[in-house]
């Protein structure tokens, strides 16, 4: 059975950082791409990163590009988002996630995605 366990989460200023960590267990980790999703109150869950199986190719959400950068650390199974120049409209739950086809690339679609984590509680004050 995976386990994903987020943390790093936390209240922030305006234009301040945050690092998030997500820990795996259960599976290869390094076979498999990892996402972060999150999800404000009232909204649907959204795309965020994701980092391909060997951590050579990335992608990211419009939104976050510039100001976010995801990277894993295989031999650790660990998944990381470093957050950026935050802004209030980033505040969410984030959640990472497991790609559910082995060395697949993965998408924005959360359906992809067959092991979540718990979620880490990001808020972000003007």
């Known amino acids: 059975q995976v386990q994903l366990v987020e943390s790093g989460g936390g209240l922030v200023q305006a234009g301040g950082s945050l690092r998030l960590s997500c820990a795996a267990s259960g599976r290869t980790f390094s076979s498999y791409t990892m996402g972060w999703f999150r999800q404000a109150p009232g909204k649907e869950r959204e795309f965020v990163a994701r980092i391909t199986w060997s951590g050579d190719i990335t992608y990211y959400a419009d939104s976050v590009k510039g100001r976010f950068t995801i990277s894993r650390d295989n031999a650790k199974n660990m998944v990381y988002l470093q957050m950026n120049s935050l802004k209030p409209e980033d505040t969410a739950v984030y959640y990472c996630?497991?790609?559910?086809?082995?060395?697949?690339?993965?998408?924005?679609?959360?359906?992809?995605?067959?092991?979540w984590g718990q979620g880490t509680q990001v808020t972000v004050s003007s």
């Open positions: 996630a497991q790609n559910r086809r082995l060395y697949g690339l993965g998408s924005g679609a959360p359906i992809e995605y067959d092991y």
